[in-house]
């Protein structure tokens, strides 16, 4: 099951399993011919995505690029604008959020750089695509939204598609999760004006923090720590929304 935790109260949400459906059997063809052709054309255009939107650009990790393709975009993406979901750039998901486009999705992800059997945590769940792209490349995944309403629904998605290994709770994200740290891994998806503390203390020795830093202007950061401390470097301009709760006290 996937929990989702508010405050001290838990709402366990079933995962419903469609015929052991994992995300690299979601698009079935078992279906009507009309379902079927659409699920076709789904597989195109997340393949010309991977090829003219990652592949041609700088995403070279093979993980990375499996999962993206593995991974159906469109069931994360609100029906009325479904027909954008592999284009190139972010869409609108409700309550002033949106999800981001496919290649800051594979970016973040290849930042990280795991090792194998890696323990990742994500601040901003959103529409759940990116955990679900975690999902592909880590062992273990916890995603911590601030929404209640953002957070069920992308555990229904999950639970639809039949992802395992991702828990989400409901929460501040500046605070990390501490009670799973260390992690191998963290993405954050949303804006701050500074670094979490909280976040650098949750990392393990050797792990990353992958997260645009700036208000306004906005700068790809990425911290690793080390035996001897914290390193830091900017990569790339970003555009994301402003990461609330704790973030804008100080």
Known sequence: MAKISCGTSTLLITLILFGGCSVGRTDRTSASPHQAEQTSNWAVQRREMVESQLRARDIFSPTVLTAMARVPRHLFVPLKERALSYNDHPLPI???QTISQPYIVAYMTQLLNLPEEAKVLEIGTGSGYQAAVLAEVAN???????LPELAERA??????LGIEGVQVKVGDGYLGWPEQAPFDGI???AAPDHVPQPLIEQLAVGGKLVLPVGRGFQI???LTKTEGGITTSETIPVRFVPMTGRARAR
């Open 94 to 96: 409700g309550y002033q």
């Open 140 to 146: 273990e995944v916890y995603t911590i939204e601030i």
């Open 155 to 160: 555990s229904g998605t999950f639970a639809q």
């Open 187 to 189: 993405i954050v998806t």
């Open 220 to 222: 790809m950061t990425v």
